[in-house]
């Protein structure tokens, strides 16, 4: 089963504009399936990562070229560098041609380095993350929340599967293309599998580390402070290592998309905001893999509730960013005196601000912070959101509206709904 990305769209304008096109992201997102969906059976496909093919690319470039004349897909080409001054120079005889070469990998640091340094001006660059809610029901178009207003003319309309118990399944399974295409399939064995890859290949191609067992309890220390400030000398002292190895450490994560990096919302130096940023695993259900969390009721009840629920939702906007070409303008909100807003959305339209709560029952209490946030901010603010694990949408005030998670997967607000 195929489930439509909100990312083919651009894929195919850029295609149509750039001689090159580069597909980045984590291993098994889906890149390579959407790829010959979007480029078609008229273009060509070699895998990089087929060790003999590589040795032929490596050894002949000008020949291995000749031999796959565009359009072609070059999946994995970090690993086969010394190709891409040649292929430069293929693009430079014809540069008016555009889609004739089509670049994927997973490794952003190695491949966007290496294509920026050969390829710059030549190729468009894009980003590929696991499944968004949206995808995942098949409505890869619709807008978040907070791109509209709400619709009086239609009811509020939620996929069973994003109600509360569907939803921590949701969470827990992740939202890698195969284990959501294949719900019979194994998520345990899965994770483990891919766990695995992960340290054996990609972790060692980006950086060298010695001790893979200290890595590992590093990312499983990580995954358990997700959604959490950084604070990596005291995540050194739990793994046991220095502070500028997990410095380090962070930056393979990152480099292979395991996790984000969020900042706070700086909009005046002279305030006093906290300057820690936020760390985000890219996928819960890697998250709940590496924190032993198995089942729904563990999820929803567990102590972890609140920080896997936070991530899904900032996740699903900095997917929906990513997905549509555009760089995701987002932030959290923090004071010294603790105020504090989830997520802080730059829009055309303003500043978004976006409080998430794992609970089923919306309150007015709980919009003080994007009231907070809003008294400090003042006309450059729109309607702040407070997303929850129930099915109620409500107003919570004149400027602040509860939605529960499934509206993330691009339903409906529910008929004569006032925000007066």
Not at 121 to 136: C, D, K, T, V, W
Request: with cysteine.
């Amino acid at each position: 089963m195929y489930l439509e990305r909100t990312i083919e769209r651009h894929v195919h304008a850029a295609a149509g504009e750039f001689p090159v096109v580069v597909v980045t992201g984590p291993r098994q997102a889906g890149k390579t399936t959407m790829l010959r969906r979007v480029v078609g059976e008229q273009a060509g496909y070699v895998s990089l990562d087929v060790p003999d093919v590589r040795a032929a690319a490596i050894a002949d470039p000008r020949s291995f070229l000749a031999a796959w004349r565009p359009p072609v897909i070059l999946d994995e080409v970090q690993q086969a560098p010394e190709l891409l001054p040649y292929l430069r120079a293929a693009v430079d005889e014809a540069r008016e041609l555009p889609g004739r070469y089509i670049l994927s990998g997973s490794q952003n640091l190695l491949l966007l380095q290496r294509v920026t340094e050969t390829l710059a001006g030549r190729a468009a660059i894009l980003r590929l993350l696991p499944l968004s809610l949206r995808e995942s029901v098949g409505l890869p178009h619709a807008p978040l929340p907070w791109e509209q207003p709400p619709r009086p003319d239609r009811p509020a309309t939620i996929d069973p599967s994003c109600a509360y118990g569907g939803l921590w399944e949701r969470l827990v399974r992740g939202f890698y293309p195969e284990l959501v295409a294949h719900p019979s399939r194994s998520a345990s064995r899965w994770y483990a599998s891919y766990v695995q890859t992960y340290l054996e290949r990609d972790v060692r191609a980006v950086r060298q580390v010695g001790d893979l067992s200290a890595f590992q309890a590093f990312v499983r220390s990580l995954a358990a402070r997700t959604s959490q400030q950084l604070n990596l000398s005291e995540v050194g002292r739990d793994v046991g290592v220095p502070a500028a190895t997990c410095r380090t450490w962070l930056s393979v994560l990152e480099a292979t998309h395991q996790i984000a990096i969020v900042r706070p919302f700086f909009a005046n130096l002279g305030k006093r905001l906290v300057k820690s940023p936020k760390v985000y695993f890219m996928d819960t259900g890697m998250v709940c893999h590496l924190c032993g969390i198995t089942t729904a009721r563990q999820a929803a009840d567990g102590p972890m509730a609140g920080a896997l629920f936070e991530t899904a939702v900032v996740v699903e906007a900095m997917k929906s960013a990513h997905h549509r070409f555009t760089d995701p303008r987002q932030f959290f909100w923090r004071t010294a005196e603790g105020r504090e807003v989830d997520m802080v959305l730059e829009t055309a339209d303003g500043l978004a601000p976006v409080e998430v709560k794992p609970g089923a029952t919306p309150r007015p209490a709980m919009a003080s912070g994007i009231e907070a946030f809003r008294r400090e901010y003042g006309p450059r603010t729109t309607r702040g959101f407070m997303v929850h694990t129930g099915d109620t949408v409500l107003p919570l005030g004149p400027d602040a509206l509860a939605l529960p998670f499934g509206w993330m997967g691009g339903a409906d607000a529910p008929a004569n709904l006032s925000l007066g």
